[in-house]
């Protein structure tokens, strides 16, 4: 509880005298109704906070199986994916915690700048047979991430946070500076607009199939990204960019369809040979699912059908079958016009797959983190809380993949530090609202917000919402280890109006406002308890 001493307070305007002998004194339980992020959800973002803090050169919880970051599970999408899940916790959830999520997400982006994340490209984009069958000599490589196939296209959609910082010159800066070899350092510099546009010219150059994330590979998944992104920023220029991206686009994936003959997601579209790459694992059709809400009348309809074969119920749980049994168990549904969870079908499955390695991939997909983020769009909530009935805060990584009764076990980084906290921050169908209603600049000029309050000082934040019907800011406070804390929150964009300031109900003093100004609440001290702050006009 706060340890605020509550007195009887005279003021010597009369006006606020008499707004003060009219407000109630303390509250009764008025806002107690309104949602609080669970100790799991604020445990969730308190961490992205602390990966995002750790000092350069660290990276802590967040290495992976592959140290080249040419995986699914490589820094950049962990950081994306947290990047998604913090934006979706400040939309949906504590929507006037404004400084709190900027310097976040800020944060992030700056991670997501580190040369470390992306310098593995200068190898990368030298290309390969892998990618490229045709290929006769490796590539001239280069070092630009972004110039040509941009495989830091998630960084795009991270970027509609603080749009004022990114659109100034040098605001999104690559530094190439290797130390014992190269021609000297080297800066990459862009703004927001010019990695829009280099992204589009990227669309283009595929004939609008998309943007290529690795040499030679387009998968469709990589390209939700900055399409969303795209949305965004119309909103924020006033322009339609994506309506006329979105129109070629699906233009382009037409004839073939998004989907393959496997039922599934194409894996990705190869150029230079013309051909489609076909998926074995649920993993980027389901990803893409999560983040398609421009598609969204088509995606709905498949939920939860297109992961027939790779997913099962086990008593309160969600289990994931091995693509090796998954496929056979599909296939045999399919001659035999079965169910797919029909135990002799799934025992065949289970019974031709033995001897079969689980995957064709040098490494396992992070597949629950991937499919949490699908069901929290799609799903109803019991979904969730069957594929979540055994989880903690975060996962610590595990590199086993099925025991002996065919559990999944796996747990890599992208899961633990990312996915699974991205599915509980997100509601059903939270990118499709954020898609139809997006904040505008005027909503964002004219709502109310809660100032100088940040998880660096050791805060979390349970609520913070401008409630226009009561005509109330309420928020909550907690400390996250119990210790006392000391903040100076201050409520901006309020109207003109006379305001009580309550603290965990009590009435601790009366405001005016007569411009759109701020009310700096004063000390408030914070500690294990939850402390609730109330500013409500009269």
């Not at 999520?101 to 290309?127: G, H, R, T």
């Not at 290797?178 to 000297?184: D, R, S």
């Not at 009590?506 to 402390?531: A, K």
Request: with cysteine; glycine share 6%; net charge neutral.
């Amino acid at each position: 509880m706060s340890t605020t001493t509550q007195t009887h307070t005279t003021y010597d305007q009369p006006s606020l005298q008499l707004a003060a002998e009219t407000l109630p004194s303390q509250f009764d339980e008025a806002f107690k109704g309104i949602s609080k992020l669970t100790r799991e959800q604020c445990g969730h973002v308190r961490h992205f906070h602390n990966l995002a803090s750790q000092a350069d050169g660290d990276w802590a919880f967040m290495g992976a199986e592959e140290p080249g970051q040419e995986w699914d599970t490589a820094l950049r999408y962990q950081l994306s994916a947290m990047a998604y899940a913090a934006g979706a916790a400040h939309y949906h959830h504590l929507p006037a915690m404004r400084s709190l999520f900027k310097a976040l997400i800020e944060k992030m982006i700056k991670k997501m700048l580190n040369k470390y994340v992306w310098d593995y490209w200068y190898l990368s984009s030298q290309s390969g047979t892998k990618v490229d069958p045709d290929l006769k000599e490796l590539r001239k490589p280069w070092a630009d991430p972004v110039v040509r196939e941009n495989i830091m296209v998630k960084l795009r959609t991270v970027i509609t946070s603080g749009e004022e910082l990114f659109d100034e010159k040098d605001g999104i800066v690559f530094d190439w500076n290797p130390l014992f070899w190269g021609m000297g350092p080297e800066r990459y510099s862009y703004t927001r607009s010019t990695l829009q546009k280099a992204i589009l010219k990227e669309m283009e150059r595929e004939n609008w199939m998309g943007a290529c994330c690795e040499p030679n590979m387009i998968f469709i998944v990589c390209n939700q990204f900055p399409i969303l992104a795209m949305r965004y920023n119309d909103v924020t220029d006033n322009s339609h960019v994506v309506d006329d991206v979105l129109k070629k686009y699906t233009a382009a994936w037409a004839k073939s369809g998004f989907i393959g003959e496997n039922g599934l997601f194409r894996r990705n579209y190869f150029p230079n040979q013309n051909k489609f790459g076909v998926a074995e694992s649920i993993d980027h059709t389901v990803w893409a699912m999560a983040f398609m809400p421009w598609n969204y009348e088509k995606t709905q309809p498949l939920y939860p059908s297109i992961a027939d074969g790779y997913l099962e119920k086990v008593e309160s749980r969600t289990n994931i079958r091995p693509p090796s049994v998954a496929l056979v168990t599909r296939k045999l549904a399919a001659e035999k016009g079965g169910r797919h969870d029909d135990p002799s079908i799934v025992e065949q499955a289970r019974e031709a797959a033995k001897g079969k390695k689980p995957s064709n991939n040098r490494y396992l997909l992070p597949t629950f983190g991937k499919v949490a983020l699908w069901m929290s769009e799609y799903g109803e909530p019991s979904d969730l809380e069957a594929a979540f009935s055994t989880s903690g805060l975060f996962y610590e990584r595990s590199d086993t993949s099925w025991d002996d009764d065919g559990n999944y076990t796996y747990v890599e980084p992208f899961t633990g530090n990312a996915g699974i906290a991205y599915a509980r921050l997100n509601v059903k169908n939270g990118q499709k609202k954020m898609w139809d209603k997006p904040w505008t600049k005027a909503d964002l000029e004219r709502r109310p917000y809660i100032d100088d309050v940040y998880l660096a000082q050791g805060i979390d934040c349970l609520r913070g919402d401008w409630d226009e019907k009561r005509r109330a800011m309420v928020a909550t406070f907690r400390s996250w280890d119990g210790s006392a804390k000391s903040i100076k929150p201050s409520v901006k964009n309020l109207r003109s109006g006379t305001y009580g300031v309550y603290v965990d109900g009590r009435l601790r003093n009366v405001e005016t406002v007569r411009s759109p100004t701020d009310i700096v609440v004063g000390n408030l001290e914070v500690g294990g308890e939850e402390v609730d702050l109330v500013v409500l006009r009269i």
